[in-house]
């Protein structure tokens, strides 16, 4: 099966570095991702990591360790419309190469 | 760019009625899915197409929902009766084979 663990909440200020970080276990990866989801709205893509290393995209980078089953999310310059939930996703080849969510990471930034 | 579309953004209905969603994928993408969020949770897969071939459809409550994808483009998901805890919100996504999911606007369901 899949276990993914993510913090329910984080706050940090405007302008300044965030990383959110993710753990998984399953049986068949297949890639992570992570989703950006403004509240009442749909996930929309940030970042796909499927070799081990670090993925930069602007204001957003995103790291994977295959063998710790593990990743993070950096928010750099952060801003007010950065608040939002961050949601961690891995691909499983074991099960249809379907994706499997954690909870999401409720991001607060404040002034 | 292409989007996924959804109808209808949002629904209230009673308990025990009949509901239903609607989806329309990405022009060309042969995968759709259907996505229960229940409110600070994430999202869980009800079913998944391939055309109009259910792949997987392991975590739909069969004995109340339904999906379907007669022609493999547009995709319907009824539940019926509906019950108190089906309050969700139902995302559908689609995805070119071996692409990344392009996720719908969602419908926010309310049952009373």
């Known amino acids: 099966g899949q276990n993914i663990d993510q913090p329910t909440e984080m706050t940090a200020t405007e302008g300044a570095i965030v990383q959110i970080n993710c753990t998984y276990q399953?049986?068949?990866?297949?890639?992570l991702f992570w989703y950006q989801q403004h509240a009442g709205e749909a996930p929309t893509f940030l970042s796909y990591?499927?070799?081990?290393g670090l993925e930069e995209k602007g204001r957003f980078s995103s790291f994977l360790s295959r063998s710790k089953g593990y990743s993070y999310l950096l928010l750099k310059e952060l801003q007010m419309k950065d608040s939002a939930s961050y949601l961690c996703?891995?691909?499983?080849?074991?099960?249809?190469?379907?994706?499997?969510f954690g909870t999401g990471t409720r991001l607060t930034v404040i002034p | 760019e292409a989007e996924v579309a959804q109808s209808p953004r949002y629904k209230i209905t009673e308990k025990s009625q009949a509901v239903a969603f609607w989806c329309d994928p990405i022009?060309?993408?042969?995968?759709l899915y259907w996505y229960r969020q229940i409110l600070g949770q994430g999202p869980e897969l009800l079913v998944q197409?391939?055309?109009?071939?259910?792949?997987?459809d392991s975590q739909l409550p069969k004995d109340r929902f339904s999906a379907e994808r007669l022609k493999g483009v547009d995709s319907t998901l009824k539940i019926q009766p509906a019950e108190l805890g089906d309050s969700a919100m139902y995302l559908c996504?689609?995805?070119?084979?071996?692409?990344?999911?392009?996720f719908g606007p969602g419908t926010r369901l309310t049952v009373t």
């Open positions: 996703a891995v691909r499983d080849g074991a099960q249809g190469n379907n994706l499997f």
């Open positions: 022009s060309g993408h042969a995968t």
């Open positions: 197409f391939q055309d109009e071939s259910v792949v997987d």
């Open positions: 399953t049986s068949g990866f297949n890639g």
């Open positions: 996504a689609s995805s070119p084979a071996g692409g990344r999911q392009y």
């Open positions: 990591n499927v070799l081990d």
